[in-house]
């Protein structure tokens, strides 16, 4: 009997609502799939516990958790919050503390969900974004400074690390700021070679890469050749370049075009938001931060949505679909299918619906409703 061990981070707002019924699915899964069981390790983190004790994320239970197969993650924030706070303290601290370099999002319209743009099917939009996760933008570097400043910047990574001295001094008394991307080589060539490997994996034929290179020629150039590296090993797969701001355009206009899309973590992180919008919106769209060698996490991409916590109705599909790419994640294939199936039959049939999808149905309501269908399914 396999036993996986996932440590559960429900955090804030809605995140508590939307994880308990992707756990109800998970348990649904797992009595009907031989040989597949769960133990869930609940933590408390977010900003109900970082107010009692002025904890974020404490180093004894990130060691716990590297000894696990996986985390489940709700969602972290709060409007109390000092902002970003909660997003670097907890969601980044743990992307980054275990190279979760693969930010892995599907973009795919399910039946019987109306899509915003007008003629498409859900055979048109069926596709992945492949985003980088611990570089680019994102690695925190920058300042603010009056007319001059000496500075050392570090970056502390699990493939390098980086030290940055910067002194700046201009001739007016101005008031500057700075914020600094970093790509490294072989950074870039990971998360690309996932995406070809992806592409593989699922019978696919396209990778497309999403860069900036014409403006921003020093980060993005160096991204261009780690793809066209990685992807002479790769001669049965087709490969293009594309701008992000064209790249933008085109999801909304041809979607189908689209088999997976690897693409730097800033604009990974706009054209995912996009991209749950084609899919029918945020109560849809799942994301998985995958380390292929150590210890990943799931969560939807949506955030708290403090306005509707505790109410049971925002739609918990996007949280039950990270627990789907989870199990697709270890490798538990027919489980991860035989959910994805509920889910499509659940949405197809059009009665048991939230508020977002215009329906009326509570939270808890399509989680015992995609539980059903998994019984059902599994009888067949
Ligand atoms: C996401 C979110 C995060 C990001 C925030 C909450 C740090 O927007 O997962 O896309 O920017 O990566
Ligand atoms: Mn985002």
Known sequence: MKKY?????????????????????????????????????????GWAHYKKTNELIPENALGEISKMDAIYFGAIG????????????????????FDQYVNLRPIKLYPGIPCPLKDKTPKDINFYVVRENTEDFYVALGGRFKKACAESLELNRELYKLKLDLNAKSNQNEEFSYQLGIISKSGAKRV???????????????????????????????????????????????????????????????????????????????????????????????????????????????GSAPK????????????????????????????????????EEVLAEGKVRTKDLGGISKTSEVGDEIVKKIKELSKV
């Open 5 to 45: 061990k996932i440590a559960v981070i429900p955090g804030d707002g809605v995140g508590p609502e939307v994880i308990r019924e992707g756990i109800k699915a998970l348990k649904a899964v797992a009595e009907v799939i031989p040989n597949l069981n769960f133990e869930l390790i609940e933590y408390p983190f």
């Open 78 to 97: 709060h409007a109390e919050a000092p902002v970003g706070l909660l997003e670097q303290g907890i969601l980044l601290k743990l992307r980054f503390y």
């Open 192 to 302: 690309i070679e996932y995406a070809f490997e992806l592409c593989k994996r699922k019978g696919l034929k396209k990778v497309t890469s999403v860069d900036k290179a014409n403006v921003l020629s020093h980060i993005y150039s160096l991204w261009r050749e780690a793809f066209t590296e990685v992807s002479k090993k790769y001669s049965n797969i087709q490969t293009e370049f594309a701008f992000v701001d064209a790249i933008a355009m085109w999801f909304v206009k041809n979607p189908e075009w689209y088999e997976v899309v690897v693409t730097p973590n800033m604009f990974g992180d706009i054209l995912t938001d996009l991209g749950a919008m084609i899919q029918g919106g945020m109560g849809l769209a799942p994301g998985g931060n995958i380390n292929p060698k150590g210890i990943s996490m799931f969560e939807p991409i949506h």
């Open 308 to 343: 509707y916590a505790g109410l049971n109705v925002v739609n918990p599909i996007a949280t039950i679909l990270a627990g789907q790419l989870m199990l697709d994640h270890l490798g538990e294939e027919k489980a991860a299918n035989l959910l994805d199936k509920a889910v």
